[in-house]
């Protein structure tokens, strides 16, 4: 459970994102659909491949051997900031700066050295996401009652987010400034994938829920969610522990984790209508946590 000086700075935030909306404070993000459909991992994965699904999507990703698959709060917090910048200049080159120190603190981050600092953490996360391979799999079989008529019986979209990448930064002078801009260059599939579809976000949130993957992860799925829930709806325990913790064995010990950080995302999203029952979450209609940019759905 989250102690009394994390639920202070949650209840904080909270009061200064609803005073202030996030477009107009300069906070608003984005984030992924897919991402948002079926997530990456919570914890360091022992295995090179890892899937997710969520009804008819399946979600799967695929390691370099060497390096490893992405997981935790930081490949959460790059992907929203590059699909930020990529909505925001319309560029598959994401321009990440000259000092990494400044770029930590567009993710919330407070640089800090040592084998379990944020630098390490964030330089093994960056080459884990952006050495991966994501795919995207559709199929009609597996959820037949809730598709449309008109969709396919299966669809397959593999990506690669990450094209090239040049990181310059030293890594022991955090604060300097290097000769040349670090940057990254997002595959087309990829770039054209979070700029026609993304899920606005107030980054604000993100910042403050960056010590729970799972609760980025809840954050991000409810805002998307009632943007476009009409009716209550209910979604039993089992469904949700396959799209966002599939690692657990009891679905008894997700369920238990899974309620501890919906009350912390439910202080920064207070206006989200739910109630964790026995069977499982029920969603009610509510306005999402974006109120000033429109979504589109398929």
């Given at each position: ?7 202070a ?32 991992p ?20 695929m ?22 910048e ?38 093994d ?14 199929d ?72 729970s ?17 009409h ?20 679905t008894?010990?997700?369920k ?43």
């Amino acid at each position: 459970m989250p102690n009394s000086g994390q639920i202070a700075k949650l209840l904080n935030n909270a009061l200064e994102i609803e005073n202030l909306e996030a477009q107009k404070a300069g906070a608003l993000g984005f984030t992924a659909r897919s991402l948002v459909q079926a997530t990456m991992p919570h914890s360091k994965p022992k295995e090179y491949y890892f899937i997710r699904k969520n009804g008819a999507f399946s979600f799967s990703m695929m390691a370099h051997p060497e390096i490893g698959l992405p997981y935790g709060t930081i490949p959460r917090l790059l992907i929203a900031w590059f699909t930020s910048e990529a909505v925001r200049t319309k560029e598959r080159e994401i321009i990440l700066g000259r000092s990494l120190s400044a770029f930590m603190r567009e993710l919330g981050l407070i640089p800090s050295g040592g084998r379990w600092g944020s630098i390490p953490r964030l330089k093994d996360q960056m080459k884990r996401l952006f050495s991966c391979t994501i795919s995207c799999v559709y199929d009609k079989a597996k959820e037949a009652s809730n598709v449309l008529e008109n969709n396919p019986d299966f669809g397959i979209k593999n990506v690669t987010p990450v094209e090239e990448a040049f990181v310059w930064w030293d890594h022991k002078r955090p604060e300097d400034n290097t000769l040349f801009e670090s940057k990254v260059i997002l595959s087309e599939a990829f770039f054209k994938e979070i700029i026609c579809r993304p899920v606005p976000l107030d980054m604000r949130v993100l910042k403050t829920l960056k010590v729970s993957p799972m609760a980025l992860d809840i954050y991000s799925w409810l805002t998307y969610r009632m943007s476009y829930l009409h009716q209550s709806t209910m979604i039993s325990w089992s469904a949700l522990q396959t799209q966002f913790g599939a690692e657990y064995k009891r679905t008894r010990d997700f369920k238990i984790n899974f309620k501890k950080h919906l009350a912390q995302v439910i202080i920064a999203y207070c206006e989200a209508k739910v109630s964790p029952e026995e069977q499982g979450l029920i969603l009610y209609p509510s306005p999402t946590h974006i109120k000033t940019v429109p979504l589109k759905h398929e």
